[in-house]
T-cell receptor
Framework: AQKVTQAQTEISVVEKEDVTLDCVYETRDTTYYLFWYKQPPSGELVFLIR??????QNEISGRYSWNFQKSTSSFNFTITASQVVDSAVYFC?????????????FGKGTKLTVNP | DARVTQTPRHKVTEMGQEVTMRCQPILGHNTVFWYRQTMMQGLELLAYFRNRAPLDDSGMPKDRFSAEMPDATLATLKIQPSEPRDSAVYFC??????????????FGQGTRLTVV
């Protein structure tokens, strides 16, 4: 099965704390893509990052960083110095090609609450 | 600022009625995804189009759901007849697939459907 597991259902932190959201994926493909999306209380899904399976370099964008490790099939997301505005549900997703079509499969999401 | 536009944002309808949800992809994008989000099932892929052709609708209940792209600026998802269990938020996403590079999917704000 090709799937994404986000074991943390909910996380609560205090502002300025660092927080890491875990994502573990399963796939039999050698070429695939991993994504993170943010869903704030307003409900829209906001694209954060895409990585392909051949690029294991970690990425940093401001307070956000991502750690991709093929050896453990993980693509974890860290927010440094969290802020109240980071409160949202965060989804990890796996994209692969199947029968000429694309599949974008989401995990169940991690609800992050950042308290002042 | 290019974005995916979905209409209506909210829809309340009676069981048995036909529901049509519309999506305007970002100009220049050649892929469209339809997703359904519920608390129980999370984000489920319903259909996938590339260059207006439906390549995958395996996630869609075939007896009552249909998805089309009459032109490059409009994708529709229709439910006929609607049932209470169809109540969910329906998202459309569009992206640009180039070669074998899977799409970065950008999501609309969703249509919140309530069937009573």
């Amino acid at each position: 099965a090709q799937k994404v597991t986000q074991a943390q259902t909910e996380i609560s932190v205090v502002e300025k704390e660092d927080v890491t959201l875990d994502c573990v994926y399963e796939t039999r493909d050698t070429t695939y893509y991993l994504f993170w999306y943010k869903q704030p209380p307003s409900g829209e899904l906001v694209f954060l990052i895409r990585r392909n399976s051949f690029d294991e370099q970690n990425e940093i964008s401001g307070r956000y960083s991502w750690n991709f490790q093929k050896s453990t099939s993980s693509f974890n997301f860290t927010i440094t110095a969290s802020q109240v505005v980071d409160s949202a549900v965060y989804f990890c997703a796996l994209s692969f090609t199947q029968g000429g079509s694309e599949k974008l499969v989401f995990g169940k999401g991690t609800k992050l609450t950042v308290n002042p | 600022d290019a974005r995916v536009t979905q209409t209506p944002r909210h829809k309340v309808t009676e069981m048995g009625q036909e529901v049509t949800m519309r999506c305007q992809p970002i100009l220049g994008h050649n892929t469209v995804f339809w997703y359904r989000q519920t608390m129980m099932q999370g984000l489920e892929l319903l259909a996938y189009f590339r260059n207006r052709a439906p390549l995958d609708d395996s996630g869609m209940p075939k007896d009552r759901f249909s998805a089309e792209m009459p032109d490059a600026t409009l994708a529709t998802l229709k439910i006929q007849p609607s049932e209470p269990r169809d109540s969910a938020v329906y998202f459309c996403a569009s992206g640009k697939r180039q070669g074998s590079l899977n799409t970065e999917a950008f999501f609309g704000q969703g249509t919140r459907l309530t069937v009573v």
